[in-house]
């Protein structure tokens, strides 16, 4: 019996082993080099490792012959199985700065307290369980403290905190398939704003092809695609982007981020809105990557200065984004330009206005 009760010990550290080790890969972290992060995330890791590492123990009970242990060792595999997926999905969603940092945790001590109720209801007839209630209560106030202080920030400044915590993590596409991208993951991203790694390439390609002089881009953000437009730039020897960001704070961060640049003298970075910023010149592409809800105004504001040989750019026009997707159909529809719609994770519109054309 003693050597039975080590293998089950074995498999369960195995098992909380193999959580934690490819939680830390997926989230880029190492114990061996810790990242300066909220304990919380840690804590996310060890939650769900717990959740896989009770498998073996329910596979233990399957194993007695007693019926009532057999059925709870049924449950227990059931409940840990599921838990584990559930809570790895929003360990992924957390590392994609849709969830907050502790959310894991919260949920694992809710479940945890359920499946305790169920479990002690079935082995003795009648509820009795304390632990599970407590396990519950202390879920219910971590998520009552987290998830609300989550929601009043900005999408934008929560990836800018992780970002000055642990610095820019490359990973799969996070955006839902559709009908036109069924395969998102196939595409990659630094975070949920900025655009995909392959978009970021594309528009370098583009500033190389058209060799342009004036680039207008409106929603800075924290730069990459400012500084890949301008490394286009760079190579060609000529040109300039003018590219706003309204949030203060995301200005500051994208500013810092372009003066370490080596092509900091290719770009004029404004904190405005995109609505009032003036530009000089004609412009050869303009890149509309701000507020969705004022991508359309921008366009049509900006219309007049774009040349009739340029690109006008409209990322975020997948059909699951839908505003920018029907400012971009509402804009052909008015004969104001025309349009292709690529069929990217987050889409990418490419139009050229018709007025002036030859």
Same mark, same amino acid.
């Given at each position: ?109 809710? *479940? ?35 998830? #609300? ?7 934008? +400044? +929560? ?40 978009? *970021? ?46 949030? #203060? ?54 219309? #007049? ?14 059909? +699951? ?38």
């Amino acid at each position: 019996m003693n050597n039975y009760y080590m293998l089950v010990i074995v498999g369960e550290l195995l098992c909380g082993a193999a959580s934690i080790y490819f939680d830390l890969r997926r989230r880029h972290m190492s114990l061996l080099h810790p990242v300066k992060t909220s304990p919380l995330v840690y804590l996310d890791i060890l939650s769900t490792a717990l959740v896989l590492a009770s498998v073996p123990w329910g596979l233990a009970n399957l194993l007695f012959l007693h019926l009532t242990t057999r059925l709870t060792g049924i449950l227990e595999i059931i409940f840990c199985t599921a838990t584990f997926a559930y809570l790895w999905g929003e360990g992924r969603r957390a590392n994609q700065f849709q969830r907050p940092a502790g959310i894991v945790l919260g949920e694992f001590f809710v *479940l945890s307290g359920v499946a305790d109720i169920a479990l002690s209801s079935i082995e003795r007839h009648h509820w009795s369980s304390h632990g599970g209630l407590i396990s519950i209560l202390a879920g219910g106030l971590l998520l009552s403290w987290i998830v #609300p202080r989550f929601l009043k920030k900005k999408e934008e +400044h +929560h990836i800018l905190e992780r970002l000055g915590q642990q610095g820019e993590i490359q990973q799969p596409e996070y955006t839902p398939p559709t009908l036109e991208c069924p395969h998102p993951e196939r595409w990659t991203m630094m975070d949920s704003m900025s655009a995909e790694i392959e978009i *970021l390439d594309f528009l370098k390609q583009l500033i190389l092809t058209l060799k342009p002089e004036l680039i207008v881009e409106t929603g800075t953000f924290i730069g990459a695609s400012t500084i890949k437009m301008a490394e286009g730039l760079k190579t060609n020897g000529f040109g300039k982007i003018v590219t706003c960001e309204f949030d #203060p704070l995301v200005y500051a961060k994208a500013k810092e981020r372009i003066d370490r640049s080596d092509v900091a003298p290719w770009i004029d970075a404004r904190n405005q809105s995109s609505l009032e910023m003036q530009v000089q010149g004609t412009i050869d592409i303009f890149f509309s990557d701000s507020h969705l809800p004022i991508r359309e105004d921008e366009i049509r504001r900006f219309l #007049p200065q774009i040349s009739p040989n340029g690109l006008i750019l409209m990322h975020d026009t997948s059909s +699951h984004y839908k505003i920018a997707r029907e400012a971009a159909f509402r804009l052909e529809q008015d004969g104001l330009i025309s349009m292709v719609l690529l069929p990217t994770p987050r889409g990418l519109m490419i139009g050229q206005k018709r007025a002036g054309r030859k």
